[in-house]
């Protein structure tokens, strides 16, 4: 059974930076698009970044371009998501999911295994 576990969430302060992790467990990794996405209270899921199978292809949420960045390292079956330049507004549940197996360009749709989501709150 797949099983994806995101990790790397705390508390920072405007301006900081964290790297969000997410291990996938009962597949190989290398046959999956990763995707993240956020939730903030009482706003619907969004989605945040993803990555192909084979990383030749990334796409970013207009608000965290040039702020983020997602790669894999298909070996540790790890996706990261590197957080920098944080702002108050990205405090949200950040959950990573898999699509697939697929060798298609990455999208932020039709996701369906998650995993538990680990909290970001960015605040002075």
């Known amino acids: 059974q797949l099983q994806l576990v995101e990790t790397g969430g705390g508390l920072v302060q405007p301006g900081g930076s964290l790297r969000l992790s997410c291990t996938l467990s009962g597949g190989t990794m290398s046959f999956y698009s990763i995707g993240w996405f956020r939730q903030a209270p009482g706003k619907e899921r969004e989605g945040v970044s993803c990555i192909s199978t084979l990383e030749r292809d990334t796409k970013y949420a207009d608000s965290v371009k040039g702020r983020f960045t997602i790669s894999r390292d298909n070996a540790k079956s790890t996706v990261y998501l590197q957080m920098n330049s944080l702002k108050p507004e990205d405090t949200a549940i950040y959950f990573c999911?898999?699509?697939?197996?697929?060798?298609?360009?990455?999208?932020?749709?039709?996701?369906?295994?998650w995993g538990q989501g680990t909290q970001v709150t960015v605040s002075s």
């Open positions: 999911g898999s699509r697939g197996p697929t060798l298609q360009p990455c999208e932020l749709s039709g996701y369906s295994v």
